[in-house]
């Protein structure tokens, strides 16, 4: 296992995806990031000696883990994928379940070191292509583990009572990092696009957005003259834009043909130090009862280069520290000859906190933007000072991404209950699962402010109509004429409850047949804040403004608490009832068939959970760079150096009532109760025993998720407006002028035609984040052939026939937003983006017979079977069909729609390409621009389309030595990618990009060789 993530091993069983990581440091986010018979990443719960290791998180919106245990002290590893007992639940697809080893009466242990060189590692495949070397990469991971009895002389012996297990395990990472920047070169700096050109070689053609103006042969449309000479003049460029441009380096690269895009190349390195420890007691008070305790805890520091040297590099963080813990009590005794009492009470937490290189973990510590010549009073009213984001179009961002401040400390307390009794051929199990979940977290957007300069407002001359040459999102920053907001948010401390009772009933019917059915009542409570900070909204109330201003207008912010009558915006579902049902019977001596159904409420989303806390409570303000909000005519009320002349509009809070967050974007609470989402899977197996020591299963497998994440914008123009074509656009007399802060687009004197025509015009928008409305269906040939060990060998190999198609959220962190218009949610349905139809999974152990107790060499002296004896190869071989291409957009998106995407059109031609290169991924000609106001017709995934294949084999070879009774050394020797084949990521989806078709980025890593050294007493 490449970085020895024991959660990996999920991927050897069939129906299990794991995303693609390249053996970096697994953390609380990444650790479990895997799929499970179609379901959604990462909601497959993870039970460590039978306490939950997860917990609830808002940042990501997915379970974090609270332990990442070493593999060193891993006793037992188990993934279940269907149809497991009604004592587990709140999982969306699986059950990790795993044991930590315990202390014996005999003194044992281990020590290890593995160590990574890059010097024994092969070159990424665009590194090599770009005649970049090899970056330096060095990793050892290192420790020991010790068990054994807890004796005292003289005053305690624990020999057949106490036992003890403690482990620690070490990593130190050197890594250097390369980084690929598109930085302005010398004449971009001083306003001269002379020599700026696209991808083919034609110049980019910069049009003064102050000479905008209506075109006379042309109602409702207008005209922009280019600058002559292609060249800015020094008095029009802006103050900010000169000094923020001395943040960037220059170039030290030529970089692509044309366009110089990552004409900056830079190396450097950083460390990422990790400890974990694990210490485990084992009390038997006497037969009858026994208990113990376990505690883990990991620290990592996370840290990333400052490649630049100064504060607006836009990596992160300085450094980002994190601190995972899991405790685990457990009580059992024996009630008789028949009952069995379990009792379990577990803690998980998971915090940390980053900032990065231009802030402080003190508010007042870090970068104020005066410096760059912002106003003073965006330091005065920032929640963090920091450099702000700047983003530019076709150019590497100033600052830091938003997001990238956050502190975290989220914490999970479960207890378990469980008796067990044996009656008959009746196995009972009756329990209690409960759980309470305190997530405190803050992640503050931009406090200092994001400034976004695209092409658009440079295009011409029609700024309207983007054209391939129009526009460059440079020429658009040094004239300061850009789009931009400040952001205020709070940091909520949340909690919620979790309740579950569970019977069991394993009913051994005869002989052959056995049947096991359980029910399982869940109880998924709301989220509360300590202090009510939560808001959601009422879509269907007659908002207080709908008399005054004579407007038929919909919506109402609710608060939790007050006179909602509730902590929670939403009111709980009380019960979800889980059946189980499982038959298993055996048709002679060497086959067994297999079947199961059961209902699977997974764990919520906690965004969806949660409710919102923006708005009210948190909020932005935005910069209004355009005279009356037309997106195109330059307003000298509000230059880049004073991009908020109208102050700021702070969260009111609860007291703003119903009309809470005008002009802001409002969201968390809509359906009318909260129920979470769920699973019903079933299955059907047969099992037969092979000679050899073999086995042999072919199942099918099935998963339909119902009330599954997705992200809806309910506050989108409906579809059929948009044949209104420009009239939308045109400025009208605001009604809410007056009434909606100034500070907003939506308190100008004038707003677009297309906001007032919206379903609640009031609001910029309306959002369900990770809402329960989508579903998804899977089906499975799954295949399994086992051979366990005997004469040296063990062998297993696994296949999967499969087909997802969903209109959910793949992922709830990285593949969240998929959808393009709440209209037409049918048009989202497609495969999935993670759809894999074949997957085939081998592994092998073949100890050589050769030396003193095998098949060859039993008579060996001591010298050569010390040399000659006792290896073992090993090997992992995975192949599997690439993922279909996903996230397909527009580089100038027409659609107008207010409030939804636009993805381009498909020319009828096939995306499919005979000379597929990385250069050209698929046909770019079977894509076109949509038309302005319409959405596009291509679809959510191509799944004719697919990256590349996943080849992949990793071999290892071990070499055992006994130099005494009762001691083992190991030495390994790994290779991951042993045959260095890349895997390629996802090419460019975004028509009208440079890289659009284009393959940049390898998604494993290459050829990378591990040495390690164990000794086992």
């Not at 990574?116 to 590194?127: G, H, M, P, Q, Y």
């Not at 990472?173 to 980084?179: E, F, K, P, Q, V």
């Not at 579950?500 to 998924?524: C, H, I, M, P």
């Not at 002009?663 to 050899?692: C, D, H, K, V």
């Given at each position: ?36 018979n ?13 306490v939950?290791a ?34 587990y ?39 090599n ?47 250097a990092?390369?980084a ?32 905008t ?19 800015i ?22 970089g ?30 006497n037969?009858?009862r026994?208990?113990?305790?376990r505690?883990?805890?990991m ?24 601190r ?70 076709d ?9 990238d ?29 409960a ?57 909520p ?57 004579h ?7 609710l ?49 969806a959970?949660s ?39 702070l ?15 409002l ?5 009318p ?28 497998a ?5 009330r ?50 919206r ?20 089906h ?30 793949d ?12 209209y037409?949610r ?15 999974v ?37 192949l599997?069909?690439g ?21 381009p059109?498909?020319?009828g ?14 046909n ?15 679809g ?78």
């Amino acid at each position: 296992m490449n970085g020895r993530n024991v959660y990996s091993l999920a991927g050897l069983v069939p129906g299990v995806f794991l995303v693609r990581q390249t053996g970096g440091v697994a953390d609380t986010f990444t650790a479990n990031r895997f799929i499970v018979n179609g379901g959604q990443e990462s909601t497959s719960d993870i039970v460590l000696d039978g306490v939950t290791a997860t917990v609830s998180h808002n940042i990501t919106n997915i379970p974090a883990v609270s332990a990442i245990p070493s593999v060193e002290g891993i006793q037992e590893f188990r993934i279940q994928t269907n149809a497991f007992a009604a004592e587990y639940g709140r999982s969306g697809g699986g059950l990790v379940t795993l044991v930590t080893k315990s202390g014996t009466n005999v003194l044992h242990g281990s020590l290890f070191e593995f160590l990574r060189n890059s010097k024994l590692d092969a070159n990424n495949f665009f590194a090599n292509r770009a005649g970049r070397p090899l970056a330096s990469f060095k990793r050892n991971q290192f420790g020991g583990s010790l068990g054994g009895p807890i004796s005292i002389p003289k005053l305690y012996n624990g020999k057949d009572k106490t036992f003890f297990f403690v482990l620690y395990e070490g990593q130190r990472i050197r890594a250097a990092s390369i980084a690929q920047h598109t930085v302005p070169s010398d004449l971009e700096r001083a306003g001269d696009f002379s020599q700026t050109y696209t991808t083919n070689g034609q110049m980019r053609l910069i049009y003064n957005p102050f000479t905008t103006r209506p075109d006379p042969s042309r109602p409702g449309r207008f005209l922009r003259d280019a600058f002559p000479s292609n060249r800015i003049p020094q008095s029009m460029i802006s103050p900010v834009a000169l000094k923020s441009q001395a943040f960037y380096p220059q170039p030290n690269s030529p970089g692509l043909p044309f366009t110089h895009q990552n004409n900056l190349v830079l190396q450097d390195a950083y460390p990422q130090p990790q400890d974990r420890v694990e210490f485990k007691i084992d009390h038997n008070f006497n037969d009858r009862r026994r208990m113990f305790g376990r505690y883990t805890f990991m620290d990592s520091v996370y840290s990333k280069p400052n490649f630049w040297g100064n504060l607006a590099d836009p990596g992160c963080c300085d450094p980002m520290n994190q601190r995972l813990q899991n405790l685990a009590l457990d009580y059992t005794e024996n009630i008789g000859s028949t009952m069995v009492l379990n009792l379990r009470y577990g803690l998980g937490r998971v915090s940390g906190n980053r900032v990065p290189w231009s802030a402080s973990f003190k508010r007042e510590d870090g970068f104020k933007v005066a410096e760059i010549g912002l106003p003073t009073y965006i330091d005065n009213i920032s929640d963090h000072r920091v450099f702000p984001t700047i983003t530019i179009q076709d150019m590497t961002q100033l600052g830091p991404n938003g997001g990238d401040i956050y502190f975290m400390g989220d914490t999970s307390h479960s207890m378990i209950v469980n008796l067990s009794r044996v009656q008959g051929r009746h196995s009972m199990k009756y329990g209690i699962d409960a759980r309470f979940n305190y997530v405190n977290y803050g992640q503050l957007g931009t406090p200092s402010g994001t400034f976004a300069f695209n092409r658009d407002k440079t295009q011409g001359p029609d700024p309207r109509t983007p054209t391939a040459v129009g526009g460059a999102g440079y020429a658009s920053f040094l004239l300061g004429f850009g789009t931009g907001n400040i952001t205020h948010q709070i940091r909520p401390a949340n909690y919620n409850r979790y309740f579950a009772f569970y019977v069991q009933d394993d009913f051994k019917v005869n002989s052959k047949l056995t049947v096991n059915a359980g029910f399982r009542w869940d109880f998924e409570g709301g989220v509360t804040e300590r202090f009510d900070r939560i808001t959601g909204i009422d879509p269907y109330a007659r908002n207080p403004l709908a008399d005054p201003l004579h407007m038929d207008l919909k919506g109402i912010a609710l608060f939790a608490g007050g006179s909602l009558g509730r902590r929670q915006v939403r009111p709980v579902v009380p019960t979800q009832v889980n059946p189980r049902l499982g038959i298993a019977y055996q048709l002679n001596d060497k086959t067994v068939i297999r079947t199961g159904y059961g209902i699977f409420f997974g764990l919520p989303s906690y965004a969806a959970s949660s409710g919102y806390t923006g708005g009210a409570f948190s909020g932005s303000t935005t910069w209004i760079s355009t005279v009356d909000s037309d997106g195109i005519t330059p307003s000298s009320a509000a230059p880049w150096t004073n991009p908020f002349p109208n102050g700021f509009t702070l969260p009111p809070g609860s007291a703003a009532g119903p009309n809470a967050a005008l002009g802001q974007a409002l969201g968390g609470g809509w359906e009318p109760s909260l129920r979470p989402m769920y699973n019903q899977q079933w299955n059907f197996t047969i099992q037969r025993s092979l000679p050899g020591n073999a086995v042999w299963e072919i199942a099918y497998a099935g998963n339909k998720g119902t009330r599954l994440s997705q992200t809806f914008q309910f506050n989108q123009l409906d579809p059929a407006l948009l044949t209104m074509g420009d009239r939308l656009l045109q400025q009208t007399p605001n009604p809410f002028h007056g009434i909606i802060s100034p500070a907003f687009a939506l308190g100008a004197p004038t707003v677009q035609l297309g906001n007032l025509l919206r379903p609640y015009p009031q609001y910029s928008g309306v959002s369900a984040t990770n809402a329960g409305w989508a579903n998804s269906n899977y089906h499975a040939l799954q295949s399994r052939f086992e051979k366990r060990f005997s004469m040296g060998l063990s062998f297993l190999a696994s296949y999967t026939f499969s087909k997802t198609i969903t209109d959910a959220a793949d992922g709830l962190w990285n593949r969240a937003d998929l959808i393009r218009s709440y209209y037409c949610r049918a048009c989202e349905r497609a495969v999935s983006s993670y759809d894999q139809p074949h997957r085939f999974v081998a592994n092998s152990t073949y100890e050589l017979p050769f030396g003193k107790g095998k098949a060859l060499g039993s008579g060996w002296n001591r010298t050569l079977n010390a040399i000659a004896g006792n290896w073992q190869v090993n090997g992992i071989l995975t192949l599997s069909q690439g993922l279909p291409l996903f996230n397909f957009g527009v580089a100038n998106d027409t659609c107008f729609c207010f409030g939804g995407s636009q993805r381009p059109n498909a020319t009828g031609a096939s995306p499919r390409t005979t000379d597929q290169t990385i250069d050209k991924w698929f046909n770019t000609d079977a894509f076109s621009q949509p038309a302005p106001f319409t959405f596009g017709n291509v679809g959510r995934t191509a799944s004719g389309v697919r990256q590349s294949a996943a080849h992949n084999l990793d071999l290892s070879v071990f070499k055992s030595f006994h130099p005494v009774e009762r001691m083992r050394i190991e030495f390994r020797a790994e290779a991951f990618n042993a045959t260095n084949t890349p895997i390629f990521g996802l090419p460019g989806t975004v028509l009208g990009s440079p890289t659009f078709g284009v393959v940049t980025s390898q998604e494993n890593g290459p050829r990378q060789v591990q040495l390690g050294l164990k000794i086992l007493f």
